[in-house]
């Protein structure tokens, strides 16, 4: 395989990964969340990451972008687990999962930042990557808001 085309596909590939880990961990989030709102805010996550996947899988067919099952990484299954135990441990269930959507959040922006940095991918693709980013940004801002005020 061109190494060109591998680079863009490793860094597609970080991208799907983030996003099923981010989906795997809104719906835990989801399932502890004690607030209805708060619940609903998780369950919208997980349908805009689900989509954010379709998008990457759609933009890139050619590319071995990884199976349609969700599986996550291990490094958010290690992230889910720290959410279980931070949660227990806090007094407030559902500000522990805001803050740690914040987290997430912040890193997956970071990931975005990197493909859009890689110069090989495609105008029409980057166009894609620069979109969600800008929704991952606009969730940080909500899901900070909700943090401060619960």
Known sequence: MNTDIEKIENRLKDLVSKN???????????????????????????VERMHFLKELRAAAPDLDLGSVEIDGSTAGAVHR????????????????MLEEAVR?????????????AETMIPPRIKELIREQKEKLQNDLETSEILEEHK
């Open 20 to 46: 099923e880990d981010a989906i795997k961990g809104f719906e835990k989030a989801s399932k502890n969340a004690e607030q209805v709102g708060i619940r609903s805010y998780f369950e919208n996550k997980v």
């Open 104 to 116: 997430g959040d912040k890193a997956a922006i970071e990931d975005y930042d990197k493909a859009l």
């Open 81 to 96: 687990t720290w959410m279980d135990v931070k949660s227990f441990f806090s007094g407030d269930n559902d500000e522990a």
